[in-house]
Each structure stands twice: as structure tokens, then as C-alpha cells.
């Protein structure tokens, strides 16, 4: 497979140079394991695997509509279902992002040398040569979840350490509505993993629900950015579940840009093992009245990791700016670790902005009570555990995606 | 039923309970009154179980040994303790937390598990008992319940529970008389010739609704004084100034300077 290349990814490769790989120093990156990620192989895209070790739909919450496959950075045309017109409603279109204009690509993923902002992001932009560009025509609000699926198997047709890149580019046309879940999964016993990029671009009056589900192999990286920009009065919801992979890392850009935006962002890590999970989330205000939520909750078992690097920027002229902020976490062992950190940066007037974070165990009251009623020890601490997480898993509208993760998070009803 | 000899629990250095012994027979009501820091809930937690005491003594229920059980275990030999403060659990449905309770004490009986549709009659009755909709069961537990909301869900649980012993702690604490009369009335339906009661109460109030067969008095981590009902009339009366005054034995011989030197 030859991907062509869009002309934007030559400048990003070009911009490498200057850029420079992260290092601990950057903020951003600080609880990255950074001597990994040096190892990785970023590279262009390979194409479908015959045989994946497991059974797709088994390892997928069973969603109505279309269905996407992205494997090893390459759309999967087998795999996939770019049903429209009946199912996904008129005026709803998906496109290979490989066979998309280049002035289409270009809109969504060319950007100000100031805006690429680390190496990842560069290389990601530089070698995502294929993925898939959803558009919502005006006015159009299709009923069923578009279900983008990203599947890597490291070594597979590349090297043990291969990252492979892929971009989903989504335009929500104005006063339309729609949802779209982001599936990552991984495969295979190398320590490869994946890159991917979603831009999305909200018209006025548009709303528009986004779930990611990272859930790669516990040897893998994955490096997951989110980018949206909200038009007038739109409304964004996104809901992440951050939780497989060794350094599962999910960035989320988010730009009020039109007046009366509202973003609601939630999301759960949950880390078992060596895991580090990491939420580098940063909100930016830039027109009135906006209001934006982040409520992220962390579970940390054994010796993993988390980390909540939740940014809110209220730009000159975003008076009357609404802004939130909530990272709650519960610590499972004694040598599991949370590093939560605030940045706040509030350059209008008449500015609400609230922010808080809190770290603590189980409960020992709580387990008394349940135990007190007969529930025993072992299931007493999963239903505390459940009720933590549960509050955010109920954030997400679909009933297949919230049962797919209590089902993961072993929370399933006996 | 109930047997409690010499029971002893400390935190640390600190005795709380020196030495209590009380028995409770089938289908009695005990009250027990005393002032605040007396020992009331700590021998109420003993009781169902709670880690963090360094327990001596005996207390068997139908002679089966409290003492050795964990507090699940407890729950399905049939104890149940009414919570002075109700915990909060957020993310957990009350529903869902009831009959997961009531299905851990069945499975633990070696009985057979109630489906989602039968405990929904069960529930229902339970409902009715304190007076509480169902929009109450579709909360999480306790989260954001008001302080009489909280006392009726133990009552609910403890309808829904059906315990051989039940031990209500200050349940009448921060009660207004409307969600008092109410809890009152869902305890006195659920008194039965199989079914003990112990209701822990700082006040006489609660016991013009619950009807106590016997009342006894406990000063530092002791049971001073047992009698019937009058003897909480009388200490509505007389406060447990007399309590405190004859029966510490540790009791500093003048007042200590700026202790008020009575009720």
C-alpha cells in the first residue's frame, strides 16, 4: 500500500525538526514514560491484517449504524459499513479519509506552525494518511451513533514497536445533532500502539455527542487528541473511558469559539497493574457566555498511575464565562498513584470558575454499612467501586456503550 | 435470645464499655438510655460488628457466638442495626442495594435468591410501612436524602431485612415529631413475637411512640439501672444527674472548674 500523502502531512513532517520530541519538563507530558516512547516507530500506514486473535464484534459494544474499521492506520473496507441513506438518514456522509479532497483534509488538519504543538502531534498529522471524514449536512440529525473502530496489531506487517496513525475528521453541520463512538482496541503481544487525531468542527446551534473507549493491550501505547471547535449556541458532550493499555494518554482540545457554547466533558480511568492513564484536558473560552463542565473520575488499582492535567483558558472578551472543573479519584492500594493538577487562566470579567479535586480510599464506613446488611466483604468494595465509576458511565447516552464498559469493568449484574 | 455478659470494647487506651451485661428475650423491646458519651453506640456497633474495637466478653444470639462473626455474618444471624447516621452511597441504587443485601443473607441461609420482580412486592410493602415513594428506591442510597428521609430508609431496610434482632441507634436523632410518628409506626408494625428490638435513645421522646418493655440506663460503659417504662418517664424528669453523680466511680470528688454543677 502507497498512501498519498496529503500535502499537509509533508509539512508537518517538515515541522519535526524544529519541534522537538517532549521531555519530562513539558508539563504536558510529564508522567509519560518517555524512554518508551522513544522506542516507538511511527511510520506510514500498512494496511488490513487477515486474521485478527480475536472476534471483532465480541470485543465491540453491538451498536446500531454504521460502522468504520480503521486497522493498522488503513479504513478496512471489509470490515466496515458505510451504510448512509436508510440507515445513518440522508444528508450523513462518510468518506475514507484516503480518498477524501485534499481540500477537505486540508480544512480540518492544516494548522499554524504555533498549533502543532509536540512532536506527537506532528508525526501523528505527518503519517494518519488514512481514517475517515464524517459529515452531517445542515439540519440533519441522525438517530443512530456512528461507531469509528480502531484496531492495531503491532508487528503484525511492521515493526514490533510500530505506532500506527489514523485521524477521524467530523463536521456537525448547523442545528444538526449527532454521535459518533470511538472504539480503540488492540491486539497481539508487542508493545506497539496507536496515534489517533479526531478534529471536529460544530456548526451553530449544532449538539453533538462523542465517546472514546480506549481499551488496548495492557503492553501498548496509545496517544489519542481530541480536537473540537464549538459554533454558536452548540452543545458538546464527551465522554472518554480511558482504560487499557501500559500509557493510555487521551488530549482533548476544546474551543468555545461561538457565544453560548456548552461543552460537557466527563470521563473514567481506570488502571490495573503498571498502567499509566493519562487526561491532558484543556477548555478554552474564547466568546461569551460560554459554559463548560470536566468531571473526570480516576479508580487506581495495584501500582498504577493517573493523571488529571485539566486546563480552562477564559480569553479577553469571553465574559460571563460558565467553567467547572471536577477530578475525583478513589486509590484501590496503597501503591497506586494519582497526580491531579488545575490550571486555570481567567482573562475576562464576570467570570464563574470552579475547580476541585479529591483523592481517597474506600470508604470504611460505607463497607461497614453495606457488610452490616449482609453484603460480604469482597462484593460490598465492588459495589463502592461500581457506584465511584458508575457516575460516569451513566453520562453516556448509549445503552450498548454503558453496558459494553460495565461489562469490561467486571461491574455486570450476577 | 439475646445474651451480653461482661462485654467489654476499647479504642486504643480508651475503655468504652466496662463490663455490660444484658439479655433480651424473643419479641422484647429494650430501651437504652444514657447521656452522650456513655457508650450507647459503641455497644450498639459491638453489637453488629464494627473493626476498630478491642472487644472482651460474650454475646450470643440464639447461642450461636456474635463475637467470632463478621458483620455480614452477623446480618444473617439476623442482626440488624439501624444507623444514627445513615452513610451516603452515591452511584449505588437504593433498589439495586436492597435486594443485593437481601440476596447476600438469603444466599448465606442457603436460601433461594428473590427475582428483580418478586422483591419489587416486597419492596412495596416495605415502602408503604414508612410512607415513602417509589421514586425513593430509584436514588442512590441515602445521597441526598434529608435526615428523616435517611431514618425511613432504615426502616424500609430493616423491613425489608426481617432481622431475629434489631437495634435502632438514636434513631429519633434530628427527627421533626411528622418523620418521627412515621419511623414510629413502621418500627411498631414490624414488632413480633420472633423479633427483638433494641432502641438506643438519648431522649424519652421516642419511647411515647415505641412502647418499651423494659428501659435500662447506661453510664460509662455500664448498665446502672434497669426497670420498666417508668424509669423513662423518670428520667425525663431528673436527667441522668443522679446516674452520673452515684454510680462513676472513677467520678472526680468536686466538680471540675467550669463543669456546670447540674442539668
Not at chain 1, 476544546?254 to 453560548?260: K, Q, R, T, V
Not at chain 1, 461489562?407 to 449484574?413: E, K, P, S, T
Not at chain 2, 414490624?190 to 412502647?211: A, F, G, W
Amino acid at each position: 500500500m502507497s498512501p498519498t500523502a496529503p500535502p499537509v502531512s509533508r509539512s508537518a513532517i517538515d515541522r519535526l525538526g524544529s519541534i522537538g520530541v517532549p521531555t519530562k519538563r513539558d508539563e504536558a507530558w510529564r508522567y509519560a514514560p518517555h524512554r518508551k516512547l522513544a522506542e516507538l516507530v511511527f511510520g506510514p500506514s500498512q494496511g488490513s491484517i487477515d486474521e485478527l486473535g480475536f472476534d471483532l464484534d465480541e470485543r465491540l459494544p453491538s451498536l446500531d449504524g454504521p460502522r468504520i474499521v480503521i486497522v493498522n492506520g488503513v479504513v478496512d473496507q471489509e470490515r466496515s459499513s458505510f451504510i448512509t441513506g436508510a440507515v445513518a438518514g440522508a444528508g450523513v456522509s462518510l468518506t475514507p479519509l484516503a480518498g477524501a479532497s485534499s481540500d477537505l483534509v486540508a480544512t480540518q488538519f492544516e494548522r499554524a506552525g504555533d498549533d502543532v504543538t509536540d512532536a506527537y502531534l506532528a508525526l501523528n498529522l505527518a503519517y494518519s494518511t488514512d481514517g475517515v471524514v464524517i459529515e452531517i449536512a445542515d439540519g440533519v440529525r441522525p438517530e443512530v451513533p456512528i461507531h469509528v473502530v480502531t484496531v492495531v496489531v503491532p508487528g503484525s506487517t511492521a515493526a514490533a514497536t510500530n505506532m500506527w496513525c489514523s485521524a477521524v475528521s467530523i463536521h456537525v453541520g448547523t442545528g444538526s445533532s449527532a454521535t459518533v463512538v470511538e472504539t480503540r482496541l488492540g491486539d497481539g503481544d508487542d508493545v506497539g500502539g496507536s496515534s489517533a487525531l479526531t478534529s471536529v468542527h460544530l456548526g451553530d446551534d449544532a449538539t453533538f455527542e462523542h465517546v472514546v473507549v480506549q481499551d488496548l493491550r495492557a503492553t501498548q501505547v496509545h496517544l489519542g487528541r481530541v480536537e473540537v471547535t464549538l459554533g454558536e449556541r452548540s452543545t458538546l458532550r464527551t465522554r472518554s473511558f480511558n482504560l487499557g493499555a501500559s500509557y493510555g494518554r487521551l488530549e482533548y482540545h476544546i474551543e468555545l469559539a461561538g457565544e453560548g457554547a456548552v461543552a460537557d466533558m466527563s470521563g473514567l480511568f481506570s488502571g490495573v497493574g503498571e498502567q499509566t492513564l493519562d487526561q491532558q484536558i484543556t477548555v478554552v473560552h474564547l466568546a461569551k457566555n460560554g459554559t463548560s463542565r470536566q468531571s473526570f473520575r480516576g479508580v487506581l488499582d495495584d501500582a498504577s498511575v493517573g493523571v488529571f492535567n485539566g486546563g480552562i483558558d477564559v480569553c479577553p472578551g469571553a465574559d460571563g464565562t460558565d467553567a467547572e472543573q471536577s477530578n475525583d479519584n478513589l486509590l484501590l492500594s496503597n501503591r497506586a498513584e494519582v497526580n491531579t493538577q488545575p490550571r486555570l487562566e481567567i482573562l475576562a470579567d464576570e467570570v464563574a470558575c470552579k475547580h476541585g479535586a479529591t483523592v481517597g480510599q474506600l470508604d470504611d464506613t460505607a463497607l461497614y454499612y453495606l457488610r452490616s446488611r449482609g453484603i460480604a466483604a469482597d462484593d460490598a468494595r465492588r459495589l463502592l467501586i461500581r457506584g465511584f465509576a458508575d457516575q460516569v458511565v451513566d453520562d453516556v447516552g448509549i445503552d450498548a456503550v454503558r453496558s459494553w464498559i460495565s461489562h469490561r469493568l467486571g461491574h455486570d449484574d450476577d | 435470645m439475646l445474651h451480653v455478659e461482661n462485654l467489654t470494647a476499647a479504642i486504643g487506651d480508651k475503655q468504652i464499655l466496662k463490663g455490660l451485661d444484658l439479655d433480651v428475650g424473643a419479641g422484647e423491646v429494650h430501651a437504652i438510655m444514657g447521656p452522650n458519651g456513655s457508650g450507647k453506640s459503641t455497644f450498639a456497633h459491638a453489637l453488629a460488628g464494627r473493626d476498630g474495637y478491642e472487644i472482651g466478653g460474650t454475646v450470643t444470639l440464639d447461642g450461636a457466638d456474635l463475637l467470632e462473626m463478621t458483620p455480614e455474618a452477623r446480618a444473617a444471624a439476623g442482626v440488624f442495626l439501624g444507623f444514627q447516621y445513615p452513610v451516603e452511597i452515591p452511584g449505588v441504587n437504593n433498589m439495586y442495594f436492597l435486594r443485593t443485601a437481601l440476596n447476600s443473607v438469603r444466599r448465606a441461609r442457603g436460601e433461594t435468591e428473590i427475582g428483580a420482580r418478586d422483591f419489587l412486592a416486597v419492596a412495596k410493602d416495605a415502602m408503604a410501612l414508612v410512607e415513602m415513594k417509589q421514586d425513593f428506591l430509584d436514588r442512590a442510597v441515602n445521597a441526598g436524602f434529608s435526615g428523616g428521609e435517611k431514618k425511613r430508609n432504615e426502616i424500609l431496610q430493616m423491613a425489608v431485612m426481617q432481622p431475629r434482632l434489631a437495634i435502632l441507634d438514636e434513631t429519633d436523632s434530628g427527627l421533626d415529631i411528622d418523620a418521627l410518628r412515621i419511623i414510629a409506626g413502621g418500627v411498631n408494625a414490624l414488632r413480633s413475637p420472633e423479633r427483638s428490638m433494641i432502641v438506643i435513645t438519648h431522649y424519652q421522646r421516642l419511647l411515647d411512640y415505641i412502647k418499651p418493655d423494659f428501659v435500662h440506663v447506661l453510664v460509662d460503659g455500664r448498665i446502672v439501672q434497669s426497670g420498666d417504662y417508668t424509669l423513662a418517664l423518670h428520667l425525663e424528669d431528673h436527667g441522668y444527674a443522679d446516674f452520673v453523680n452515684t454510680d462513676l466511680n472513677d467520678a472526680p470528688e468536686r466538680p471540675l472548674a467550669g463543669a456546670p454543677s447540674s442539668r
